[in-house]
């Protein structure tokens, strides 16, 4: 089965931070389809979706640990679902990318994101699709890990489209397949380093991810 899981940092103090842009993601899915939390299991809220216009059911979830124990939740999640790392959509932020675009992933490092990295140390695999959300990178004078741990600061209607773009691109998996999806969401954009490819690498901030 698949599980769409959008990770952040729980609690009051992280809601609606650039960080915490995969939550914000699944809580939106949550709402369009109509679906309730579960909070029956011990690291992670979990909403079902039944089949419907997106095909076979799936699952949504929001893991109640830290993002970098965010791996945990995950491999909790496998064992209780019988869900492969391959079934999982990771959907997270990421400063290489623009604010404003969405870049589906298939598989691949960390990039630096310490709570993917925390996921392929516990599922033992890159093997993960990841719908990343382009956050964009901080001003000069401002340190990674506070631009991540701030509100956006972006028009709130940018950011409503940003946020509906990643929820989209989660469906369009499902609906059109990986390649399509990619196909969609990727071609408006190049990650923001030398010229690599879609699924080329990126120099990303490796002190920011962790938080």
Do not use: Q
Request: contains cysteine; hydrophobic residues 40%; aromatic residues 8%.
């Amino acid at each position: 089965m698949r599980c769409i899981v959008g990770l952040g940092n729980p609690g009051k103090r992280y809601e609606n931070t650039r960080h915490n842009s995969g939550f914000m993601v699944v809580e939106r899915l949550a709402g369009r389809l109509g679906v309730s939390w579960d909070s029956s299991l011990r690291y992670a809220l979990v909403a079902a979706v039944p089949a419907g216009a997106w095909g076979e059911g799936f699952l949504l979830a929001r893991p109640l640990l830290f993002m970098n124990e965010s791996g945990k939740a995950l491999a909790s999640l496998s064992l209780d679902r019988l869900i492969h790392p391959w079934e999982f959509i990771v959907v997270h932020d990421d400063m290489d990318i623009p604010f404003g675009f969405v870049r589906i992933k298939r598989n691949g490092s960390s990039g630096g994101h310490r709570g993917v990295e925390s996921i392929i140390s516990c599922l033992g695999t890159e093997e993960f699709l990841r719908v990343k959300v382009g956050i964009g990178r901080p001003p000069k004078n401002v340190e990674p890990r506070d631009y991540v741990l701030s509100p956006f600061e972006e028009n709130p209607c940018a950011v409503e489209e940003l946020l509906d773009k990643a929820a989209d691109a989660c469906l369009d998996v499902l609906t059109l397949g990986v390649d399509l999806a990619m196909n969609r969401h990727n071609c408006r954009i190049a990650p923001r380093d030398s010229g690599a490819s879609e699924e080329g690498n990126e120099e990303p901030f490796k002190n920011a991810g962790g938080i």
